[in-house]
């Protein structure tokens, strides 16, 4: 009976470590989840918003792993991001921190934004309004023009303008370093990016692109309020390929 036992137990331990090898696998070379904490991404991406990010979209780096190895530099498998792909990166002046943004400028690219337009290589991107977008956060409601925004190559993606007179609406022209990338958020207004702040991303620093949200809250549901679930569920952003 000891002897069963004994064996039972092994088998179970043998088993839960299987189990968490081939979770960190997955997380570390294939899918990790990744939740929205603020609105610099809105419309594309909301508060309460969580998404599967692939690790091997770009490659591998030492910010694609769940631990830090300081020594590791570079990426390997390295391909660099289109034009328009929502990335997870580590924030540049810390290189701990997670942001999700958007790449709008590749190495070599000159990009500036005038009067709340974008402008690539010298040349404004089509902007087409869809209209006004509203939403609600900590209380407080919001109203934007939305406008659908045409990259070079053909993507196109959902931006907000609050206004046309922010501190981010007129810039200088950013030329883009060889091995670092230019990102804005979607929420232009309201959005800490590499016009200011954040500065060019090396894209060492990226961990992977945004693929598909898996599921999303609207925040007026507590975790033990179980009777409001069904309603704070955005059951219409469930499995949501992001744009």
Request: no cysteine; net charge neutral.
């Amino acid at each position: 009976m000891t002897e069963r036992k004994s064996g039972s137990l092994r088998e179970t331990v043998r088993t839960i470590l299987y189990a968490v090898l081939i979770a960190l696998a997955i997380r570390t070379l294939a899918f990790e989840p990744f939740n929205i904490p603020s609105g610099s991404m809105k419309p594309t991406l909301l508060v309460g918003d969580y998404l599967f990010v692939s690790k091997f979209s770009y490659g591998y780096s030492r910010y694609s792993l769940p631990f830090d190895l300081g020594w590791w530099s570079g990426r390997i498998f390295e391909r660099l991001p289109e034009r328009g792909d929502v990335v997870v990166f580590k924030l540049p002046t810390d290189n701990r921190t997670d942001y999700i943004k958007r790449v709008i400028g590749l190495p070599g690219d000159r990009v500036q934004v005038v009067n709340g337009v974008l402008q690539l290589n010298g040349e404004p991107v089509r902007l087409e309004s869809v209209g006004e977008f509203a939403d609600s956060e900590d209380g407080f409601q919001m109203r934007a023009a939305m406008y659908r925004e045409y990259l070079p190559g053909g993507r196109s993606h959902l931006v907000l303008d609050l206004t046309r007179y922010g501190r981010l609406d007129d810039t200088p022209v950013f030329e883009v370093p060889p091995g670092h990338l230019f990102v804005m958020g979607d929420n232009r207004d309201n959005s800490v990016d590499s016009r200011a702040d954040v500065g060019f991303v090396p894209v060492e620093n990226l961990i992977g692109r945004a693929e598909i949200l898996f599921f999303s809250v609207n925040g007026e549901a507590r975790w033990w309020e179980v009777w409001k679930w069904p309603w704070a569920i955005r059951w219409d952003r469930l499995f949501k390929l992001i744009e």
